[in-house]
């Protein structure tokens, strides 16, 4: 007789006889389902683990090695005399998707360098390819295994990347920045200024601490100054956009030389961070 903890998820021993786990295997069949779905086994496993469903007795802390060997037992088609949980075709079919997953192509020089630079709104996460077959590809939250509504495909980031910028070739203007905003020096910089010139004014003259408080007077200045490296890089995204004729295709160069991060929100929407700071979508 089998003992029970031998046994995988979704079988138990009832009167003797090796039969179906009716909740658990409830479970084993929403788990195939979300693997077909695009779902990552990192993705499975957070889910089950939020729903608190136990593997074992008083163990409910999935991983993504436990939900690849559940996917991977052919005993759920009905192998080793246990009864069906899983069709074959469905189990085939899931076969075929993990082994395609080894098997990914590498990608693109320009998909590359989309990747490279793509993070999610939502958590700052990287983005991923989730490629498993010529014939299927997703992007997602490399954090969350998060697919958005509306599958981004490798054509569609291609071309809602190219229509950001031609959108900026069109009107340069949009990468420009607020006025920077001098900030007023504070109290504390005017009372050192008054504690110099009193310094100053005494017949004794101790200059160490003259310096020391002019060179923290000149430092509170300086912090209070506004950056100029945004005003540059402007500067340099505008000469480059304002020669470059729109795009009838991605192109590598120009995204690498004036785009900082590709961001993609839950929704599906994406945003240019430029080089400047200044974020940038198709409206």
């Known amino acids: 007789m089998k003992k029970n903890r031998y046994l995988p998820f979704g079988y138990h021993i009832q009167n003797g006889t090796l039969c179906i786990h009716e909740v658990e295997a409830a479970v084993v069949r929403q788990v195939f389902e979300d693997y077909q779905d695009g779902m990552s086994y990192l993705r499975i496993a957070e889910r089950l683990t939020a729903k608190s469903v136990p593997y074992m007795e008083n163990r409910t802390d999935w991983n993504k090695h436990r939900v690849k060997r ?149 430092a509170a200045k300086y912090g209070a100054c506004a950056d100029t490296e945004p005003v540059y890089l402007t500067r340099r995204l505008l000469v480059i956009f304002e020669q470059q004729q729109p795009l009838d295709a991605f192109s590598v160069r120009l995204f690498e030389d004036t785009v900082k991060q590709v961001v993609i929100d839950v929704d599906g929407s994406l945003w240019l961070r430029m080089i400047n700071g200044k974020l940038i979508g198709k409206e």
């Not at 949980?85 to 320009?110: R, Y």
């Not at 980031?157 to 910028?165: A, C, K, M, P, R």
């Not at 005017?190 to 003259?210: C, L």
Request: aromatic share 6%; glycine share 4%.
């Open 70 to 218: 559940m996917l991977e037992n052919s005993r759920y088609c009905g192998d080793d005399d246990f009864p069906l949980i899983i069709p074959a075709d469905t189990f085939d079919a899931v076969a075929a998707l993990i082994g395609q997953k080894s098997q990914v192509e590498p990608l693109s020089e320009e998909l590359d360098s989309i990747r490279s630079k793509a993070i999610c709104g939502a958590c700052g996460a990287k983005y991923k390819r989730d490629g498993r077959s010529k014939n299927y590809e997703a992007w997602c939250c490399s954090a969350e295994g998060r697919i958005t509504p509306k599958r981004i495909t490798d054509q569609a980031l291609l071309e809602s990347v190219t229509e950001i910028l031609n959108v900026i070739i069109s009107n340069p203007s949009l990468l420009e920045l607020p006025s920077p905003h001098r900030e007023n020096y504070s109290l504390d910089v005017a009372r050192t200024e008054n504690q110099i010139n009193r310094e100053i004014e005494k017949s004794e003259v101790d200059s160490d601490y003259i310096k020391l408080l002019i060179f923290g007077c000149a």
